[in-house]
């Protein structure tokens, strides 16, 4: 994050030689206008942008790790939710097992964007725009328990978007080409 480099307006990310800074928000505009905060202090410090990733763009779930509640009414007028999914999950079964065999995913809006979004920004400040990841259970529960997200859950929803992301990353980085030598005649010696 840009905010571990302070925005005292000193020359610290061109101290620290960073090779370019890549922009991370979710899609409503309180997160927005602090990634603008960060443009402007790349801009003023010319820390190269490679990029901009919106983060929870939407909830993606496996249609099979859904959990399915029923709102009960209870008499002093506050609602509580009961756990129906197996009752779900047999109703299914019975009625329509070809849905449970489909490699479904359930997609929510959980973060409205505002206006044009993390895309519409990028356009504005002329920086890539690098993709979107989606809200993925797996995910965090694989930053939870010190796992890779893509070998732990190959199939997540999730998955394909930060391998596109990465990718990109690695593409927007500066090659070395001093290092590319050393590689060479490491892998020559080797050899």
Known sequence: SIDALGDSGNDSAVETKLSGAVMVTTPEEVAMMD??????????TKLPVLGIVENMSRLEISFRDLTFLKKIRNDGGDDSKQDVTEDILKLLREKCPELLDLDLIASANAFPPSGDGPEGMSLRYNVP???????????LKSCEEGLCFVQAFPHSAAVS????????????????????EEMEEVQQSDA
């Open 35 to 44: 990634v603008r905060k960060e443009l402007n202090f790349c801009i003023k």
């Open 161 to 180: 978007a930060v391998n596109s992301i990465a990718d990109s990353i690695v593409r927007a980085l500066p090659v070395d080409e001093a290092l590319d």
């Open 129 to 139: 725009y690098m993709g979107k990841i989606p809200l993925d259970p797996n995910l």
